[in-house]
């Protein structure tokens, strides 16, 4: 991921701070005892499990039908991008996949494949 240059402020601290480790680790927990309380960790989901974890309304559908036509997604691409769509929702406590879910879990696939294909993408 390209990471915008910082200010001084922020690089020396008298900045905002962000979210601190303990409560990204305690965001992590949360998402994965979802996952728990489903069944199934999201990275096995497939099939019938995968549908019910991310039903998607007609809007989120559409969005998913213009990704597949425009960037060339095969079926193992799609389910892919619903796991880490899911995992994001998880993430948020939110209980339905939303547009917003989908579009960054899309946005880190094409990151990923950017990567792939030799672009450089800096950390």
Do not use: F, K
């Amino acid at each position: 991921m390209e990471v915008p240059v910082q200010s001084g402020e922020v690089l020396l601290g008298s900045g905002a701070s962000g979210e601190s480790s303990a409560r990204v680790r305690a965001r992590v927990l949360d998402a994965r005892a979802r996952q728990e309380a489903r069944g199934m960790l999201n990275s096995a989901l497939s099939g019938a499990l995968l549908d019910q974890a991310c039903r998607l309304d007609a809007a989120s559908e559409q969005l998913l039908t213009r990704a597949m036509e425009r960037l060339g997604l095969s079926a193992r691409a799609l389910h892919r991008i619903l796991r880490l769509a899911r995992t994001l929702a998880d993430l948020e406590g939110a209980e339905h996949l939303s547009q917003s879910h989908l579009m960054e879990a899309l946005g880190y696939r094409q990151l990923d494949r950017q990567a792939g294909q030799g672009s450089v993408v800096s950390a």
